[in-house]
């Protein structure tokens, strides 16, 4: 996983920021071993990898085309030809699932990058600078944050208009991105708040680094761990937070397949079809939950106060 | 205290303000227009420079809004394209629906989270803590329409509609309509599923930020001391620690209010339930500008309010918070 150097940066950062910490062996290998010693962090990390298989490899691994209807066989009952059974159109629901999970996790993770790339510069120049930049950064910041998240996501959605396929999905990102990346900006502030203080700024100012290198080779490096595990847990938010967009009809389109969507296609079902508005919410739940797992647990590894 | 109550009061204004006007100015950027909500697809353009003239669309955003505004301090809130009826008339059918929706699922947030985070901080680190985080871990990762759905599932589908899937029946006393039946066990049967659907992700949160405050506060030295001298368990617990242990989840609940508005419309989208939520999103989708604004107001100052109220919980927790 990739996940693992920037791990190590981020400890690299911490022990950076205690320079009196007195340890043999290095914080890379040290939090290396706390996240292998995490056996349910590890859960989390396999889950979320075999996620990413599935949706790389969703157009093999689907039995059928998740999109392709068959009138002859709408509804059945899982069998050996349909594990999952079949929607009202006649469509596989494990090749649908199979597919739904590019939504999910492109969505998640799309956007948790967006609201970062945005929200990490402001943060740092609201923080390092302060004054009126802070103050202006900061106040239109609140104002993302004063909206209840969902309505807010909602009304964007709507603004967009919501379509099929990529752009579609490109809509949806943006309007997730949006709302959280206030977040990022708040996080990376509070942090850059107390290491601007340190004797090692101070010591790169006195040598005369310019302002751009001091932020993004001093400043930021030292605030990489608590940016890692809220990027990690944010996925799994924007997960949910695009499920509930389809549900509420609001995300990407039909015949793009979202697990949001046919949970919300089939609950119409639920007393003849029970079973079929279960699979996309245990698909969403299991996903939801590999990223919280390995959050939590790169949490823990990254920061052993917090635990 | 009462000066403080007051000027807090007074801030109100601005924030709803602001959040008002960003809906007014969001809602307007919004392409297409309610005229298609009005006449539907087939209109000729006189008809809709008509609609717009009636219901001042013709005018710059800034003018509708303070025109907005004036006709809102006088009381009209204005009318509903989608039902004809005058939005503060909606506004006050559906808002008991949705504020016993909300205020129900924190009280089943609270009643799982407090005993759980009681548990788990006392007895950490055995299996007893481990199923109480591990549940929590489960419910933080289940939305809530799906924990809904799941309650549909056992509730209505197996159990064969012990409980009613959809609709709702009001409390007696909270209907504002002149012709509606109250009652109390159709109430219940009707709210508990959408509120344990909106409550357990709650419950799953607070439980994990109780037990990790709770941890910290059982190893002060006034906990200690409590011991010391000699108090029984339940008292030291639920006395000296809960009480500060409760602080910080205080502030986390205030801040999740804004969730359970969002997650209001979630809930009664999928019970069908006739609330805020449902009137909100209707409205956002249908352009129905009048109501979208009813919801943005209510919305804005329920949340206002609660946020005042959280911040005057802190003096009841904790006597030396004072506000001057």
Same mark, same amino acid.
């Given at each position: 996983?990739?996940?693992?150097?920037?791990?190590?940066?981020?400890?690299?950062?911490?022990?950076?920021?205690?320079?009196?910490?007195?340890?043999?062996?290095?914080?890379?290998?040290?939090?290396?071993?706390?996240?292998?010693?995490?056996?349910?962090?590890?859960?989390?990390?396999?889950?979320?990898?075999?996620?990413?298989?599935?949706?790389?490899?969703?157009?093999?691994?689907?039995?059928?085309?998740?999109?392709?209807?068959?009138?002859?066989?709408?509804?059945?009952?899982?069998?050996?030809?349909?594990?999952?059974?079949?929607?009202?159109?006649?469509?596989?629901?494990?090749? #649908?699932?199979?597919?739904?999970?590019?939504?999910?996790?492109?969505?998640?993770?799309?956007?948790?990058?967006?609201?970062?790339?945005?929200?990490?510069?402001?943060?740092?120049?609201?923080?390092?600078?302060?004054?009126?930049?802070?103050?202006?950064?900061?106040?239109?910041?609140?104002?993302?944050?004063?909206?209840?998240?969902?309505?807010?996501?909602?009304?964007?959605?709507?603004?967009?208009?919501?379509?099929?396929?990529?752009?579609?999905?490109?809509?949806?990102?943006?309007?997730?991105?949006?709302? #959280?990346?206030?977040?990022?900006?708040?996080?990376?502030?509070?942090?850059?708040?107390?290491?601007?203080?340190?004797?090692?700024?101070?010591?790169?100012?006195?040598?005369?680094?310019?302002?751009?290198?001091?932020?993004?080779?001093?400043?930021?490096?030292?605030?990489?761990?608590?940016?890692?595990?809220?990027?990690?847990?944010?996925?799994?938010?924007?997960?949910?937070?695009?499920?509930?967009?389809?549900?509420?009809?609001?995300?990407?389109?039909?015949?793009?397949?979202?697990?949001?969507?046919?949970?919300?296609?089939?609950?119409?079902?639920?007393?003849?079809?029970?079973?079929?508005?279960?699979?996309?919410?245990?698909?969403?739940?299991?996903?939801?939950?590999?990223?919280?797992?390995?959050?939590?647990?790169?949490?823990?590894?990254?920061?052993?106060?917090?635990? | 205290?009462?000066?403080?109550?007051?000027?807090?009061?007074?801030?109100?204004?601005?924030?709803?303000?602001?959040?008002?006007?960003?809906?007014?100015?969001?809602?307007?950027?919004?392409?297409?227009?309610?005229?298609?909500?009005?006449?539907?697809?087939?209109?000729?353009?006189?008809?809709?420079?008509?609609?717009?003239?009636?219901?001042?669309?013709?005018?710059?955003?800034?003018?509708?809004?303070?025109?907005?505004?004036?006709?809102?301090?006088?009381?009209?809130?204005?009318?509903?394209?989608?039902?004809?009826?005058?939005?503060?008339?909606?506004?006050?059918?559906?808002?008991?629906?949705?504020?016993?929706?909300?205020?129900?699922?924190?009280?089943?947030?609270?009643?799982?989270?407090?005993?759980?985070?009681?548990?788990?901080?006392?007895?950490?680190?055995?299996?007893?803590?481990?199923?109480?985080?591990?549940?929590?871990?489960?419910?933080?990762?289940?939305?809530?329409?799906?924990?809904? @759905?799941?309650?549909?599932?056992?509730?209505? @589908?197996?159990?064969?509609?012990?409980?009613?899937?959809?609709?709702?029946?009001?409390?007696?006393?909270?209907?504002?309509?002149?012709?509606?039946?109250?009652?109390?066990?159709?109430?219940?049967?009707?709210?508990?599923?959408?509120?344990?659907?909106?409550?357990?992700?709650?419950?799953?949160?607070?439980?994990?930020?109780?037990?990790?405050?709770?941890?910290?506060?059982?190893?002060?030295?006034?906990?200690?001391?409590?011991?010391?001298?000699?108090?029984?368990?339940?008292? @030291?617990?639920?006395?000296?620690?809960?009480?500060?242990?409760?602080?910080?989840?205080?502030?986390?609940?205030?801040?999740?209010?804004?969730?359970?508005?969002?997650?209001?419309?979630?809930?009664?989208?999928?019970?069908?339930?006739?609330?805020?939520?449902?009137?909100?999103?209707?409205?956002?989708?249908?352009?129905?500008?009048?109501?979208?604004?009813?919801?943005?107001?209510?919305?804005?100052?329920?949340?206002?309010?609660?946020?005042?109220?959280?911040?005057?919980?802190?003096?009841?927790?904790?006597?030396?918070?004072?506000?001057?």
């Amino acid at each position: 996983m990739s996940t693992v150097p920037d791990a190590g940066v981020a400890a690299v950062g911490a022990l950076e920021a205690q320079s009196r910490s007195t340890t043999s062996e290095s914080p890379l290998a040290l939090a290396l071993r706390r996240l292998r010693k995490n056996k349910t962090a590890l859960v989390g990390a396999a889950i979320a990898a075999i996620l990413v298989v599935v949706a790389i490899f969703a157009d093999v691994l689907a039995p059928q085309s998740p999109i392709a209807s068959d009138q002859r066989h709408t509804f059945e009952t899982p069998s050996r030809a349909y594990p999952l059974g079949t929607d009202q159109l006649g469509r596989d629901m494990l090749s #649908r699932i199979v597919h739904g999970s590019r939504i999910s996790l492109a969505v998640g993770v799309a956007s948790v990058l967006l609201a970062l790339f945005v929200g990490v510069p402001f943060g740092l120049i609201a923080g390092f600078y302060g004054g009126r930049i802070d103050t202006v950064i900061m106040r239109v910041m609140d104002l993302i944050l004063a909206f209840p998240i969902y309505l807010l996501a909602i009304i964007l959605m709507v603004i967009f208009t919501p379509t099929a396929g990529l752009i579609g999905t490109i809509k949806v990102v943006g309007a997730i991105a949006i709302v #959280r990346i206030p977040i990022y900006a708040r996080l990376v502030r509070g942090s850059v708040l107390s290491i601007k203080e340190k004797e090692y700024i101070e010591a790169c100012r006195a040598l005369g680094v310019r302002d751009p290198s001091i932020l993004f080779h001093h400043v930021l490096p030292n605030s990489l761990a608590p940016i890692i595990v809220t990027t990690t847990l944010g996925i799994a938010t924007s997960i949910i937070v695009e499920a509930t967009l389809s549900f509420l009809g609001l995300g990407t389109q039909p015949p793009t397949p979202s697990w949001g969507w046919d949970l919300k296609a089939n609950v119409a079902f639920i007393h003849q079809n029970p079973w079929l508005s279960l699979f996309p919410g245990l698909a969403i739940f299991v996903t939801v939950l590999g990223f919280n797992l390995f959050g939590d647990g790169l949490r823990d590894a990254l920061d052993p106060r917090m635990k | 205290m009462r000066t403080y109550v007051l000027r807090r009061l007074i801030e109100i204004v601005p924030t709803i303000l602001m959040i008002t006007f960003v809906v007014f100015v969001m809602m307007r950027s919004i392409p297409g227009d309610p005229v298609v909500a009005l006449l539907g697809d087939a209109y000729t353009e006189e008809d809709a420079v008509k609609v717009r003239t009636e219901y001042g669309l013709d005018k710059p955003i800034l003018v509708q809004y303070v025109i907005w505004l004036g006709k809102l301090v006088q009381g009209d809130w204005g009318t509903s394209i989608l039902s004809g009826r005058p939005v503060l008339k909606d506004v006050m059918v559906r808002f008991p629906v949705t504020l016993e929706l909300i205020v129900l699922s924190m009280a089943v947030a609270l009643a799982i989270a407090i005993p759980a985070a009681i548990i788990g901080a006392l007895r950490q680190n055995t299996w007893a803590d481990y199923s109480a985080t591990s549940i929590a871990m489960i419910g933080v990762s289940i939305p809530e329409f799906f924990a809904g @759905v799941l309650l549909l599932l056992i509730f209505s @589908v197996a159990m064969h509609g012990t409980l009613p899937s959809s609709g709702w029946i009001y409390l007696p006393g909270t209907c504002p309509m002149l012709v509606c039946i109250g009652s109390v066990w159709g109430n219940a049967m009707h709210v508990l599923m959408p509120a344990i659907a909106l409550g357990i992700g709650r419950a799953a949160l607070l439980t994990r930020l109780l037990r990790a405050s709770m941890l910290e506060v059982i190893r002060t030295e006034y906990v200690t001391t409590a011991r010391a001298k000699g108090l029984a368990e339940r008292p @030291v617990v639920l006395k000296h620690a809960l009480k500060n242990a409760l602080i910080p989840t205080v502030t986390v609940m205030g801040l999740q209010v804004g969730f359970l508005i969002g997650g209001a419309i979630v809930v009664e989208t999928l019970f069908a339930m006739p609330g805020l939520g449902t009137f909100g999103i209707d409205a956002i989708i249908a352009r129905d500008y009048q109501q979208v604004q009813g919801f943005a107001l209510i919305t804005a100052f329920a949340f206002v309010m609660i946020n005042l109220i959280v911040d005057l919980t802190y003096s009841v927790l904790d006597p030396r918070i004072r506000y001057a």
